[in-house]
């Protein structure tokens, strides 16, 4: 197995900086799949990566691709992803791979359920300190993609294949045996930091130092703990510790995904984030205090730009 054909939907910040990276040193091997009205925009605007314009190729949901990708790249945000999956249908043949670089624990079981397990890789992006405003995309730290398959301890072919071009592409990467701890282990992060620098507005400085922001945080992560627990995801005490190293390591100017959405007064994933740890805590009996007053607060800064 070879991959030489990838396609890209989403361009935020993920999909700038692996984008980018791989049509840089793997030129005519990207095409980005958009809307119409997104590649004019695109086209008008230019879609720029630390000031360097960024040379990708676009096609509509609609045009059939000359053969189907060796593998999709889904990087869009959770209240896109349902539209994404319908969207990447022409790109789908009998071998394609898709990884999907959301955040949440989700997004696999959504395009897996459309288009069978078998095609799915587990996924995440991290690491990244990227900030988007409008068509400019910047960061210090590119981060790096972890992957793998579903069943512990296996690494397939299809895992070696994507590992084998994202070589090539130069993409930084890891291939990761125990995939689903690891994308638990990403959702904690995620459920603390994204959602307490978006209330705070605080950038990274503000929970890589201890205080009341970075207690919080930690607050929320154990939430997500002791849910793993009962989900059988196997997380422990030391992931939080974990996670406090990589955030320690990013610019501290950098800025969460949900922050930049709340500032830019977008749609945020406050669903995909504290909505999915209180399903999950009324599903076991489980109070999450921490999570309900984030997402009541974020749902509540939602209103006040979304009227």
């Known amino acids: ?41 695109y086209r008008r605007e230019g879609v720029y990566s630390n000031g360097v314009p960024c040379e990708f190729t676009y096609i509509t949901p609609e045009e059939k691709p000359k053969r189907p990708a060796d593998l ?50 587990l996924s995440v992006a991290q690491g990244m300190d990227a900030v988007k405003v409008g068509s400019h995309l ?7 993609i972890v992957f793998g398959d579903a069943q ?17 592409a130069q993409v930084p990467h890891e291939v990761q045996s125990q995939m689903k701890r ?16 978006a209330v705070h507005r605080c950038d990274y400085a503000g929970v890589q130092e201890g205080g009341p922001y970075q207690k919080q945080m930690i607050d929320a992560m154990r939430e997500v703990l002791r849910l793993s627990d009962l989900e059988k995801a196997g997380l422990v005490e030391e992931d939080i510790g974990y996670w406090l190293g990589v955030l320690a390591a990013l610019s501290p100017e950098g ?26 805590a009324e ?11 984030l997402y009541d607060e974020i749902c509540a800064i939602e209103r006040a730009y979304c009227k």
């Open 1 to 41: 197995m070879h991959i030489e054909n990838v396609a890209l939907i989403g361009l935020g910040a993920i999909g700038v900086t692996f984008g980018n990276q791989i049509q840089k040193h793997l030129p005519g091997c990207l095409t980005v799949i958009a809307d119409n009205e997104r590649i004019a925009r």
């Open 72 to 121: 999709v790249l889904i990087a869009v945000k959770y209240g896109g992803l349902q539209e994404a999956i319908e969207a990447i249908s022409n790109h789908i043949g009998p071998n394609t791979i898709i990884l999907s670089l959301l955040n949440g624990i989700s997004s696999e079981e959504m395009a897996g359920s459309v288009y069978g397990e078998d095609k799915v890789l």
């Open 138 to 144: 910047t960061y210090q730290n590119m981060g790096k």
């Open 152 to 168: 512990p301890g296996l690494i397939s072919e299809k895992t070696r294949a994507v590992s084998d071009f994202f070589a090539r």
């Open 182 to 197: 690891h994308l638990w282990s990403k959702f904690m992060m995620n459920v603390g930091v994204n959602q307490v620098t």
């Open 255 to 280: 800025k969460t995904s949900m922050q930049q959405d709340v500032e830019a007064g977008r749609k945020t994933e406050v669903e995909l984030f504290a909505g999915t740890v209180i399903r999950l």
């Open 283 to 293: 599903k076991h009996g489980l109070d999450v205090p921490v999570n309900r007053a």
